[in-house]
């Protein structure tokens, strides 16, 4: 075999390898991603609050998101008010996108978008 045909083969293998890779990890993650993002397209703002603010919003009755239990490490995202919100004092407003921030906080708070009538 060729040099040439040699390198070529390694080089698609390791393409095959990724990909097989990567098709594996989404399969793993049954599709928490989608679901994940599909959450913060319904919120117009995401707020990150410590354990007991956000388990004073779950005794209040506001949805808890299931797709936080899915996530490891697990974080509890719960949906509230834009009023509600405003009156945690520990709310500390989070960019609304995949970041850092987002992913690393434990309790996040999101607050829906205001409808208009």
Partial sequence: MSPTLDRR?????????IRSLDYRQ??????????????????GAACIIT????????????????????????????FASSERIAQ???AEPVPMRLSRELLAAEHLVLAPFETTS
């Fill in 9 to 17: 083969l390694r080089e698609q293998r390791a393409r095959v390898l």
């Fill in 26 to 43: 989404r399969h793993h993650a049954r599709g928490v991603w989608f679901r994940l993002r599909r959450v913060l397209a319904d919120a």
């Fill in 88 to 90: 945690i004092t520990s």
């Fill in 51 to 78: 354990e007991d603010d956000a388990r004073k919003l779950v005794a209040e009755g506001h949805r808890v998101e299931p797709v936080g239990q899915e996530l490891e490490p697990p974080k509890l995202i719960v």
